[in-house]
């Protein structure tokens, strides 16, 4: 193994984009991407004497950068969606007590083919995903965008299986109301 391998200057100027494009889109603000990747490579300092080299280095930090992510969802927790009360749910917003659509609350037609192909659309996707909370933001990320199943979601994500369904659920919604809200339809 190299010295190189093990030298944080190298770790910034070989790996510290790539590491802030990951932890920004799993946490959807650069600057707390930032000081997740600064503390990354502060832990991956300190703790340098115990690489093994099992890993490749840049997978190394990735685990790192994973781990501090992590923490992060799991200080900032939200509360538990089985303690909400009827007051606190998404759904009172678009559904009856019977579950059916409220009225002007079901999604409008689209023209998936002229939004595929359109700008607009993904950049108002763009802007109303990260309108989402950060759990929210996470799940449907990786879902939709990295395509991880829903086991692996919960794994990462600190999550159970019902908790991730109502996150997809409602980040869906939200989606719904937003892109609506920005007249792309």
């Known amino acids: 193994m190299g010295k190189h391998q093990l030298n944080p200057e190298h770790w910034v100027a070989t790996y510290g984009d790539m590491l802030l494009s990951y932890a920004q889109t799993r946490v959807n603000d650069r600057e707390l991407a930032k000081d997740l990747v600064q503390e990354s490579f502060l832990v991956a300092f300190r703790s340098k004497d115990q690489y ?38 998404d759904d009172d917003v678009h559904f009856t007590e019977k579950g059916h659509w409220k009225k002007g609350a079901a999604p409008q037609q689209w ?6 192909l359109s700008n607009e659309f993904y950049s108002s996707l763009s802007d109303c995903k990260d309108a989402l909370p950060d759990k929210q933001n996470a799940a449907f990320t990786l879902k939709y965008l990295e395509q991880k199943d829903s086991e692996d979601i919960c794994k990462e994500l600190d999550i159970s299986a019902s908790n991730y369904w109502v996150l997809i659920h409602r980040a869906k919604l939200a989606l719904q109301d937003c892109l609506q809200g920005k007249g792309v339809t």
């Open 111 to 116: 023209n998936a083919d002229r939004l595929a």
């Open 52 to 89: 093994r080299g099992e890993l490749s280095e840049k997978n190394w930090l990735y685990l790192v950068l994973r781990s501090r992510i992590l923490d992060h969802f799991k200080k900032k927790s939200e509360v538990a969606f089985s303690k909400l009360g009827p007051d606190q749910d």
